[in-house]
């Protein structure tokens, strides 16, 4: 299947029995993100939260902080 990052248009390959490519398939709304750039947000976004001025909403866990 071939797959273009949403955020760099770089097109890849996935196998066709792979369950991204399946999800990719069956739920237009999903996106593709490639490794790289993958990587590099998941980098900058451990590199906000060491600053402690970016706090993560996406996690489930409350701080003693907020309190």
């Given at each position: 299947m071939?797959?273009?990052?949403v955020?760099?248009d770089e097109?890849g390959?996935l196998p066709?029995?792979?369950?991204?490519?399946?999800?990719l398939?069956?739920?237009p709304?999903?996106t593709y993100?490639?490794?790289?750039?993958?990587?590099?947000?998941?980098?900058?976004t451990g590199?906000?939260?060491?600053?402690g001025?970016f706090?993560f909403?996406?996690?489930?866990?409350v701080s003693?902080k907020?309190?």
């Open positions: 071939r797959v273009k990052c955020l760099c097109i390959q066709d029995d792979l369950p991204l490519a399946k999800k398939r069956n739920h709304i999903n993100m490639c490794e790289i750039c993958h990587e590099r947000i998941a980098d900058e590199k906000r939260l060491a600053t001025n706090t909403y996406r996690s489930s866990h003693e907020d309190f």
